[in-house]
Each structure stands twice: as C-alpha cells, then as structure tokens.
C-alpha cells in the first residue's frame, strides 16, 4: 500500500539520480575516442543478427504484413530514444522473441475475425500497444519495480528455457519449410519442381548444420590453444556474424545450373517500397476497428504488459549487476516510464515494439568492463613492477598501486576504495618478506587479474552508435536479403544451444543424468555450489518439478486462441514460490537452488597448471575479455566465485560428500570386477 500511497515517487528519484550524470554519460563516451568502436561494434552485431531472424520468422508468421524491416525499424527506433531519454544507457532495447510470439498469436486470432482480418490486424495491434502502454505508465506510476525482486532465479531460466525450446522448435519448423512448397506459391515455377525442392530441403540441411556447428566453435576460440590472442579475440567476438557471411557466399558457389531461387533467401521487401511503406500511417485506422475489439484488446495487453515490465527489468538487473560495481544510480521506474512511451511510439507507426533484451545487454556491460579495465590494470602493473626495481617494500608497493587506481577511477571516495582494494592489499603483503621487501619471483599481474575490481565505462554513446546502425540496415536491405533462410534456422538454433550454459536448471537436468559413482568428476572442475550444499533426491524433486512445469508452459503457446495466455504461469510463479515450495522443500536447499547471484565453487583440485605456472614465473597476463568469459555466463550473469575463507568454512561438509561420492565410485568399480572376474 505505501507504493500505491507515493505515486511517481520512484520515477522522481530515477530523475533526479541520472540528471546529475546526464552531461558524464555523453563526455565519458567521446572521451573514451576511436576505442568505445569495439565494444559499439560488438553489440551490434550481437543486437543485428537476432533481430534479422526474428524479421523473417515474424514474415512467415504474418503472410508479410510485418518482416525484417519492420523489426529492424523498431530496433533503430527504439535504441535512439533509449539510448538519448533512458535512465540506463548500458541496457539494450530489440524486439525479442517474446514479442515475436505475441504478434503471431494477435494475427492469428485478427485473420480470422470478419470485423479486422487482415486489413486491419495493425489497426487493432495498434490498440494493443496502446493499452499496453497506459498499463506501464501505472505501473511506472506506482512504483511496481520495488517488487521485481519477487521474480526469482527459478522463474527467470523457467523463462529463459521456454525461449530456447521455442526457438529451437522455430529451426526445426523452419528446416521443415524448406522440404515444402508454400501454398500460395506457383507451382509451375521450375525450383517447386519436385527435385528442386528435394536439392534445397538438402542445402538447407548442410548450411543449418554447418552454421550451428561453426558458431558454436567460434564462441568458444578464446580458450584455443592456437592463435595468437588478439586473433582468437576477434574470432570470439564476432565469428558469428563471419560465419553468417561464409555460409552465405557458399550458397553462391553452387553450379549454374542450380535455379535462382534455390536454396532461398529472405523473402522481406526493400523499406522504400509500398509494401513497406503501408504500416507508418496505420494510425488513421485506429478508429475503423470495431469497439468491441478495441477493448477486447485489454486482455492481450495485460500480458504484454507484464512480459514487457519481467523482462524490461530482468535485462536491465543484468545489465548492472553488483559486481559490474556500477558507479551511476539506477533508473528502474523511469525506464519502465519510457518503455511505455516506446510502445506507443511503435504501436502508432505500425511496427512491432522493443525492450530490454538478453544477453545483448549484460554482454553491453562487460564490454564496456574490458575497455576499461585494461587500462587500470596495464598502469597499475607498471607501477607494481617500477616499484620492484626501487627495491620497495610491498606496503610501499600497494600503496603506489592504490594511487594510479584512484587517479584513474576519480568517482571513487578513499572509504570505498580501501574497501575493495582490501583482497589486493592483503595479497601483496602476504608476499613480503619479514623486512617487507618482494621477492623477484613476484608476480603483479598475478593479484592484480585476481583482485582488480570491475570497472565499467558507463557512458551513452555505444548505445547510440550501434542504434544508428542497426538503423543503417534498414537501407542495406538489398544485401541482408541474400542470406538464405537455412542459415537463419541454423542461427535459431545456435541461439538455443548457446542460451544452455550458465542455466541452473539446464545443469540440473544434465546432473539427473550423471551416475552417482560419476558424479565426483563434476566436483574436479569450476561447479555451482548447490552441488555440495544440496542432497542429490531434493536436486532431482526440484528439477522434475521445473521441469513438468515448463511442459506445462510449453504446451499452453499450442492452444490456438488461449495461446496468448502463456505468460500466466510465470506470473503464478511468484506465488508458488513464495507459498507453496517453501512446505515441500528445505529453505536452506531452496535458497541454495533458488539462489539471486550464479554462485560458483572452485574445483577440488588444490593446485591448478595454470597456478603452478605461475609460481614458476611463467604464466603470462591473460586477456581481460578471456577472464570475463570465464567468469560470465551465456546470459550474462556475472558468477560470484566462493572466497578462499567461505571454502574453508565449508571444507568439512565438502569432504564428507566427497567420500560419499568416490565410495560409491569405488564400490561401483568393485562390484564391476567381481562381475568380471564371475564371468
């Protein structure tokens, strides 16, 4: 009730904290010169590509009313207001997936209703848009982003895992296309002859698979053993979008006389032509949609709304995650205020809307973190090593190190910066010796990779920047229609594939399958710490329970009309998980699975290669971009990895499941040679 009693007091706040920024967030960009192009091009490209396979998904699904132009569009759109008006310019804004279905279901249900069909399906998705947007302007009002805390790590992967299944049905569906003619097509044309759809059915096959095979291999080249690294970088950033260019030029490789038209290509129009043109005056049909539709359409903007404020504000939870160590407040409310402006920006002009998007913003962030991280971290190494030669004591050391990391981070205050210095400060002074002095064998970059906190250059203009181009490809319409639509299915499922990692509940999944006298090998390596902490039966109950839910979920977006209800069973959620779980499971083991931050333990191994390299003196700097890719997930959610102390806190549990685990295994392994030895 007090939320309801102080209306726009949490939009007022959000103001007043980002106004005092506003002029830092535009001189921090330019100052940052030619070096904020990486991180402008590296979110482009990863903000581009999926909006490109939504515009043709969206095409099929609307008979190509809306295609990759409008998507484009509306993402160009949507960045430039967000990135210039938005409270938090390192969150990205696309259209999503989420949004791809929803208007799928709204042409469904339009086609078939005599008083819209499709003349006026953008008439009535107009009207749509705009009750969504009063639903967030109240929502904004009152305060509703003090509870988004109610949304919970089992809700969000539920959600994240529907969009995979969803998106690899989308490949599967798509790749099915392929071997099939549509039913508007002419039939006469030589590539619907049987044959020619038999060779592009298979085409398709080989440029999906070969695109899902050779991304997936490019994400992983920070950690190649060949190469040099800033190679492996460049193929790690933007090897999927290469690969996008190669399979493409392959299919133009085919002999001459393969038709035109196959294996094909996107089917959306160019922006300048009527087809495209149509939507950006739907709003003089408003008023020809029937009453009854126009308040009909309150029910598919309830939940709009509410997929649009979880996932608005989940991408931009992640986009400034606690250990980012963010500087600049906050804008919750506010943004929710412009989402709502946005999608009726976009509901006027015909277009589908936008919103924050994973993992597109978080992977925003940690961009920005390398750019500037780099730079502390190469001064503070010089600093280390000058002080080395002056034969300094550690504590002398530090404290020059200390300097450069104020005069490099001026935001900071001395309280603070002792504060998170204190693992770095330690580290040193433990390597001194009795007289204080470090040895030659001391290695700075060592503790600095280790204990150097997260430094972000938050800033507006790499928003900005990849906005304008996004919006540039509205132009180069022409050569984004080259493409075949194989290589979007193969891009539909790469996303999938690559959403997995980092998902608790997929890691459950994969544990129920791990034989108890193998699951020691799990403990060897980096492992979530509900591993340890929680029995294996309340794992498994746990995941089962996900599980048949998500089935649940899944089966709902079947269901013709009532399809567009499906995001109520993650709004029940809420209410499951704050009443009902908490009667059938442990809280300890519930707040373990169902934990706010990635918690990660360190193999049980003491002494790692990498370590022992280090001791020797051998082990060279790593890339900043390969430490933060080891410490994020796919989705963008920073890993809190378990402090040396807490370890030992929990060194005693942790050896009793250890020889819980490698009995079983030794008595798996005895069993099996006395049933050799018997046979």
């Known amino acids: 009730m007090d939320l309801l009693r102080n209306p726009f007091k949490g939009v007022v706040a959000d103001v007043k904290g980002r106004a005092a920024w506003y002029k830092h967030d535009w001189v921090a960009g330019f100052r940052s010169g030619f070096r904020i192009l990486a991180p402008t091009m590296y979110i482009f490209f990863a903000s581009a590509l999926p909006v490109i396979a939504f515009g043709e998904q969206l095409s099929t699904a609307t008979n190509g009313i809306l295609t990759t132009v409008e998507t484009m569009a509306s993402t160009a759109i949507c960045g430039i207001v967000h990135s210039i008006l938005g409270g938090q310019p390192l969150l990205i804004v696309g259209v999503a997936e989420p949004t791809i279905i929803m208007y799928t279901y709204l042409y469904n249900f339009a086609r078939k209703q005599e008083g819209l069909g499709d003349r006026l399906y953008l008439a009535w998705a107009g009207w749509v848009c705009i009750w969504t947007a009063i639903m967030l302007f109240l929502l904004a009002m009152f305060n509703a982003s003090n509870v988004i805390s109610r949304f919970t790590r089992v809700a969000g992967e539920l959600f994240g895992m529907l969009i995979t299944v969803l998106f690899l049905q989308e490949a599967i569906k798509g790749m099915i ?85 196959v294996p094909r290509r996107l089917s959306s129009p160019l922006p300048w032509e009527a087809s495209s043109l149509r939507h950006w005056t739907v709003a003089k049909d408003l ?122 981070d001026t935001e900071q205050n001395a309280d603070s910066v002792d504060k998170e210095l204190k693992g770095l400060k330690d580290a040193v002074l433990q390597e001194g010796d009795e007289q204080g002095k470090l040895g030659r064998e001391f290695d700075p970059r060592k503790y600095i990779e280790a204990h150097l906190p997260v430094r972000v250059n938050e800033q507006r203009l790499s928003n900005l920047l990849q906005s304008l181009l996004v919006g540039g490809c509205v132009g180069a319409m022409p050569v984004i229609r080259v493409i075949p639509t194989s290589v979007l299915w193969g891009y539909f ?66 269901i013709p009309i009532a399809g567009v209800l499906f995001p109520v069973p993650f709004f029940l959620m809420i209410l499951i998980r704050q009443y ?66 807490l370890r030992e806190e929990r060194h005693l549990q942790s050896n009793r499941f250890l020889q819980m685990q490698f009995s079983q295994a030794y008595d798996g392994r005895e069993v099996a040679r006395g049933t050799e030895a018997f046979m």
């Open 177 to 261: 296309r392929e071997f099939s003619v549509h039913e508007d097509a002419d039939n006469s044309l030589t590539i619907f002859q049987f044959h020619w759809i038999y060779v592009n059915g298979l085409l398709g096959v080989i440029f999906s698979i070969g695109l899902l095979y050779t991304a997936l291999g490019t994400r992983r080249a920070r950690s190649w053993l060949y190469g040099l690294g800033w190679l492996r970088g460049f193929i790690a950033d933007y090897g999927v979008p290469l690969m996008v260019i190669v399979w493409t030029a392959l299919s133009y490789t085919l002999p001459s006389k393969v038709p035109s038209g």
């Open 287 to 408: 008023f020809s949609v029937p009453p009854a539709y126009i308040f009909a359409a309150i029910v598919p903007a309830l939940m709009v709304a509410g997929l649009y404020f979880f996932d608005h504000s989940v991408a931009s939870q992640l986009a400034q995650q606690k250990e980012f160590n963010l500087k600049k407040p906050s804008a919750y409310h506010y943004d929710i205020l412009v989402l709502g402006f946005m999608v009726l920006l976009c509901g006027l002009i015909g277009i589908p809307p936008s919103n924050g998007v994973l993992p597109q913003s978080p992977m925003h962030t940690r961009s920005l973190a390398v750019l500037k991280r780099q730079l502390l971290r190469q001064k503070m190494v010089d600093t280390a090593k000058e002080g080395m030669v002056n034969r300094s004591s550690s504590l002398e050391i530090y404290g020059k190190m200390q300097e450069v990391f104020i005069e490099m």
């Open 493 to 558: 499922a790469y996303m999938a594939i690559d959403s997995l990692p980092g998902n608790q509940f997929w890691e459950r999944i994969q544990l129920l399958f791990i034989a108890s006298s193998r699951r020691y090998k799990v403990l060897e390596g980096p492992h979530a710490s509900f591993v340890e902490t929680v029995p294996s039966k309340t794992i498994t109950v746990f995941t089962i329970f996900q599980f048949v839910y998500l089935l649940i979920c899944f089966g709902i977006t079947w």
């Open 580 to 645: 009902a779980l908490p009667k059938f499971f442990d809280p300890n083991h519930l707040r373990e699975l169902d934990a706010a931050e990635y918690e990660e333990l360190e193999g049980v191994p003491e002494l790692t290669l990498e370590e022992a390299m280090s001791d020797a003196g051998s082990c060279p700097s790593r890339p900043d971009a390969e430490i933060l890719d080891e410490l994020t997930t796919n989705r963008g959610e920073l890993k809190h990895r378990t402090s040396s102390s």
